[in-house]
């Protein structure tokens, strides 16, 4: 469960402050980064991730680009969360938080500040925007599993 | 003056009871598309229940009736636009006709280091076939500079085009700002430099009257489902010679003459040698439908309804001092904008959970947002239906634009 009390107020406002205040957009400086692009058909999102692991864990997530609220919010919170997790974790947090999004059945223990997206779904435009960070932290940490790092 | 309340009892996406989110549903994006009023769904349901058949070769009465019928489409387009049945060419809609112009003409007469001029307010269906064209034979597209709030002037024309210059495409009306460019006096600079000007009507055909012959521009594109008619379909009009002198850049049964084995082909005379395969026939009955619905409204009453709901939006949108408006001076009924503090999209999700259905984004005009200096932009955009409450709804979300996360509350 999140360690914070759920209501709606609190969900604004870590949103905005995520959205205001991104602790992890940029272009990292250090050595050791993969790189993707994820943009959106359908909105203006276009953001770059960087994401550097070692012995099967998240040493450091980031992002740089342009992009709505719920999509510099998303990511912002998802490179947030993965850092420190090793590969299993972070993935099982990253398939629990689309469960979300998609509306199914979901474990909300693993997802902490993520469930202020709970609602989300409603606004079927912005579903993409929702998960375009996760979508892609997903598919670099799955590629890293898959070569051996 | 039109009766905008009386009118909207014509389209059933009005008078249905639509909801989104919940909310009655508040159409503010006509620049993307329109409603159908009943008699456009009429006529396209009658073809199939009544009228089927395709056309070419009538040797059979409703074949022939078609055939009447297609005819009778090309005479309503041309006296929308003041042009000869024999100068209206039936596509798929502006964008096709675009293409045509760009593959049937241009590929074939442009050489290397010619010039398309083009402006930075362009759709992408009026750039990237041009790229194309460019890659094809080694021409080079030119950005015509537009005045500090957007427009296309004579003068900047005059200061850009050379004598390499051979092609002029511009949008009558920009999609994204709405200003009304002055293509007669443009056609005329094109001319005096033997350039041909190519023009996109999408966002102008639906709502004033144009007079190809009076403006004496060389092709003229537009879209059906812009103007009240189906999606699907839409008109290349081009000068008669021009359109001879043009290939069809599609061939197929309906547009030859003969061919044999050793292959050889000849083609039949425009239009028709552009409409190769069977024609969108319910789609030009709509359309044929829809041109005289609106014919029968009026373009000028339409044209004065929407300048009257352009300058009370802004003077509304403006009293909330909650918005940036764009376009403020611009001619059309469009209305381009940003609420304060607040990103593109996140707007438009918030006017989404309204019922107001308004386009975010930079409307496939992507060049634009460098010159307006904003990655995204909100647009509502009206047409003879939208009323003043419409408008009002509006003007009400913004003033409570502050609170846009609601939408996922």
């Known amino acids: 469960m999140p360690t914070f009390e759920l209501n709606p107020q609190m969900m604004r406002e870590i949103i905005m402050d995520h959205y205001s205040n991104p602790r992890h957009k940029g272009v990292p400086t250090g050595e050791g980064y993969t790189k993707t692009h994820s943009s959106a058909v359908n909105c203006i999102d276009d953001i770059d991730i960087y994401l550097k692991s070692s012995n099967g864990k998240v040493v450091d997530a980031m992002w740089e680009g342009t992009a709505c609220t719920i999509s510099t919010a998303s990511t912002d919170i998802v490179c947030e969360q993965c850092i420190g997790k090793d590969y299993k974790d972070s993935l099982y947090m990253i398939e629990q938080y689309l469960k979300m999004i998609d509306e199914k059945e979901y474990d909300d223990s693993v997802l902490d500040e993520a469930i202020v997206f709970m609602n989300t779904g409603k606004q079927a435009a912005r579903i993409h925007c929702a998960t375009m960070g996760w979508t892609a932290i997903k598919e670099m940490l799955e590629a890293e599993e898959k070569k051996g790092n | 003056m039109i009766d905008s309340k009386l009118l909207r009892n014509d389209f059933p996406m009005l008078t249905n009871g639509i909801k989104m989110q919940g909310k009655p549903l508040v159409w503010l994006d006509n620049a993307s598309t329109t409603f159908k009023p009943l008699c456009v769904l009429e006529a396209v349901s009658k073809y199939y229940t009544h009228e089927t058949s395709n056309s070419h070769r009538g040797d059979y009465d409703l074949c022939f009736n078609m055939d009447t019928k297609i005819m009778e489409a090309r005479k309503t387009l041309a006296s929308l636009l003041n042009a000869e049945p024999k100068e209206i060419v039936f596509t798929a809609g502006t964008t096709m006709s675009i293409n045509q112009v760009a593959f049937g003409y241009a590929a074939k007469y442009l050489k ?194 929407e300048k009257a709901l352009k300058k009370y939006a802004v003077e509304q949108l403006e009293k909330t001092g909650n918005v940036t408006i764009y376009n403020a001076d611009s001619e059309a009924g469009i209305v381009t904008f940003n609420i304060k503090d607040v990103f593109a999209q996140d707007a438009a999700t918030f006017l989404n959970s309204k019922g107001i259905a308004c386009r975010s984004g930079n409307h496939c005009a992507k060049i634009l947002n460098d010159f307006l200096g904003t990655p995204a932009t909100v647009r509502a955009s009206f047409y003879f239906y939208t009323t003043k409450e419409d408008i009002d709804a509006l003007v009400d979300a913004v003033k409570h634009g502050k609170e846009f996360l609601d939408a996922y509350f």
């Open chain 2, 112 to 305: 290397e280091g010619d010039e398309i001029l083009l402006t930075e307010a362009e759709h992408a269906s009026n750039v990237l076939p041009w790229y194309k064209v460019c890659e094809m034979t080694g021409a080079v597209t030119r950005f015509i500079p537009l005045t500090k709030e957007g427009r296309l002037t004579a003068e900047n024309l005059e200061k850009t085009i050379s004598s390499k210059t051979k092609i002029i495409a511009v949008a009558q009306v920009t999609n994204v700002l709405g200003y009304v460019t002055p293509i007669k006096e443009l056609a005329a600079i094109a001319h005096k430099h033997g350039a041909i000007i190519v023009v996109d009507g999408a966002q102008s055909v639906p709502h004033m009257k144009i007079d190809v012959k009076d403006l004496d521009c060389d092709f003229l594109s537009m879209s059906g489902h812009k103007m009240c008619g189906p999606t699907g379909v839409g008109v290349l009009y081009g000068k008669f010679d021009l359109l001879q002198k043009t290939d069809p850049f599609m061939t197929g049964g309906g547009m030859n003459a003969k061919f044999n084995m050793c292959g050889e082909a000849s083609y039949l005379e425009a239009p028709v040698k552009f409409e190769a395969g069977t024609l969108n026939l319910e789609g030009i009955i709509g359309l044929d439908a829809a041109v005289k619905y609106i014919m029968n409204i009026g373009l000028d009453n339409i044209n004065e309804h």
